[in-house]
């Protein structure tokens, strides 16, 4: 019995993302040995996060790097740091920042539920359209700096973002990042800096298969240095996104296994994953299963699609995602609406995707 069990829950197979729901992803070995070494000893922690990010700043060819305790906590830190890097003496002024610059530009197409953790710092927002013209005119004085929520793609209605950072950069306004689940592409770590982004925020959590509760900031230095006073294990405004010596090190782990990843053999298993449960599926009434790419974070993965009849299988889709979990073992798939669910390999260890097809069989035949 698993220590799960004995709690009375089951262990979920995730055939849904590296959602946080479900836990986000599985740390692999190498994670887990760097995890258990740094708890066996004490170690200064300032001195840790500094070798930690100067380790992950050269393996991601950043300027500096800094561990948080994801990406969300990186948001309200990134925010932090864009008003200290104008006005060092807001430090214990978080988060009533009327006497500073307190305002972040965003795009109303890429307002999403963890644009919140921006307002958390003090900041509010300056919600505008997608166009330079819009964006040029928005920045004033009290601009602290411009956030980016990319999904793939790299534009906002008729901007891009190279676009967004030229014109803030013209005018010495930080661009942040939030690119939580933009890996894969392993590139996507320094991507943003080399397009001249001040800082980009990343799950440690999701496809790093690093500690959960961990995420990197990466950029520049005189950014990632204006947040060490207010950051644990100093106090203020960071203090509660405490990041241990355990997630440090682990985080570090992950970013060298992630680096070294074979990537295209990873994208051939989810590709041949999604082909597997399309042939199981598509000889089914009332069932059809298509490839969906890339997916719905943009990474470039492909998904395997499956439309429903409720009609014909005497259940709806949202039915189908409850009867999954369920299922023995549970299996989480990702909702879609009442006709259509997604299951994404992204997620699956090897040998799941076997479980997971069976399953689909079993829950869809209709006869
Ligand atoms: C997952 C996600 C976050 C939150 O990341 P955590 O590491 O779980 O804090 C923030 N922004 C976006 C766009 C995300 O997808």
């Known amino acids: 019995m698993t220590n799960y069990e004995a709690l009375g829950l089951r262990p979920v197979i995730n055939a849904f993302a590296t959602v946080t729901k479900y836990g986000g992803s599985l740390m692999p070995p190498a994670v887990i040995a760097a995890m258990n070494e740094a708890a066996g000893a004490f170690v200064d922690l300032q001195q840790l996060q500094r ?42 002024r978080f988060p009533n920042l009327g006497a500073f610059n307190n305002e972040a530009i965003i795009f109303r197409s890429q307002r999403n539920p963890y644009d919140y953790s921006i307002k958390q710092t003090g900041l509010t927002y300056i919600e505008i359209e997608g166009a330079s013209a819009v964006m040029r005119a928005a920045i004033t004085a009290r601009t602290a700096c411009v956030f980016w929520f990319p999904r793939g793609d790299c534009s906002a209605d008729e901007i891009t973002l190279a676009e967004v950072i030229a014109i803030a950069n013209e005018r010495d306004i930080p661009v942040i990042v939030d690119a939580a689940a933009q890996l894969p592409p392993v590139e996507n770590l320094w991507r943003f800096s080399e397009m001249g982004a001040a800082l980009a925020l990343f799950s440690g959590g999701k496809d790093l298969r690093g500690p959960q509760s961990s995420g990197l900031m990466l950029g520049r230095r005189d950014f990632i240095e204006s947040i060490r006073p207010i950051s644990n294990p100093n106090h203020g405004l960071g ?3 405490k990041v241990g010596k355990e997630e440090m090190m682990g985080a570090l782990a992950a970013v060298e296994r992630y680096l070294k990843l074979d990537h295209a053999a990873r994208e051939r298993y989810c590709e041949e994953s999604m082909r597997l449960f399309c042939a199981a599926m598509n000889p089914l009434a009332g069932v059809q299963a298509e490839r969906a790419f890339p997916n719905e974070a943009g ?10 009849d409720p009609g014909l299988l005497g259940k709806s889709a949202d039915v189908l995602v409850a009867d999954f979990l369920n299922h023995e073992p549970a299996i989480a798939v990702a909702p879609d609406s009442d006709t259509s669910f997604y299951l994404n390999p992204m997620t699956l260890e090897p040998g799941e995707e076997i479980i997971v097809r069976d399953a689909c069989l079993k829950l869809l035949s209709a006869l």
């Open 299 to 308: 990474q470039p993965l492909p998904r395997c699609r499956v439309t429903i």
């Open 51 to 92: 070798a930690v990010g100067e380790r992950i700043a050269e393996l991601t060819r950043n300027e500096a790097a800094y561990v948080t305790s994801g990406a969300a906590a990186g948001i309200v830190l990134a925010s932090a740091a864009a008003v200290l890097n104008k006005y060092p003496d807001a430090l214990k």
């Open 239 to 241: 203090r509660p996104f």
